[in-house]
């Protein structure tokens, strides 16, 4: 007989499972793409931070926690990004000691660039699959994306 417990142990082994085959599977996507994103001026470190800008200007603490970098590495990148016009560090209007980092018009358009980049070397991955898994995929992928908005809200609730 199946207890709670034991469904509870395989669920979390089988989600484990699954997140290894995810993160693998992201891997080989990223070294797939990497001749796609030569057509690119923007390294995938520097439009992860971008890519935290595209909405709104942040804190740059917010900002290195998004990106998961430490506070020195966030400045270097930050400092480069600035010297190429990409971002630009402004004064908060509601508290004139706190430092805001912008992402630019050009930043804006880069990202945008790298962002097709690497759609269409994903896509020529993808394309690869039979029509009937890529549905599947694009269900699956939804739905994780889904759940991952959803958490991020809860997140930002409970603060």
């Known amino acids: 007989m199946t207890t709670l417990l034991d469904r509870h142990t395989a669920t979390k082994t089988e989600d484990l499972e699954l997140a290894g ?5 992201l891997r080989i996507i990223k070294m797939a793409t990497a001749a796609s994103r030569e057509h690119s001026h923007v390294s995938a470190n520097r439009a992860g931070v971008m890519w935290q800008l595209r909405e709104r200007a942040m804190r740059s603490g917010d900002l290195a926690q998004r990106c998961a970098m430490t506070a020195p590495a966030l400045t270097e990148h930050v400092d480069s990004l600035i010297r190429d016009g990409l ?8 508290d004139r000691r706190v430092v805001l980092v912008e992402l630019t018009a050009l930043g804006r358009r880069e990202l945008d660039r790298y962002s097709e980049v690497m759609k269409r070397g994903v896509a020529s991955v993808l394309a690869r699959l039979p029509a009937d898994k890529r549905a599947r995929l694009r269900v699956a992928l939804t739905d994780l994306n889904d759940s991952i908005e959803a958490i991020t809200k ?3 609730n409970a603060r």
């Open 154 to 156: 809860e997140t930002a």
């Open 21 to 25: 085959l995810l993160l693998s599977t």
């Open 87 to 94: 971002v630009r560090r402004l004064e908060d209007p509601a």
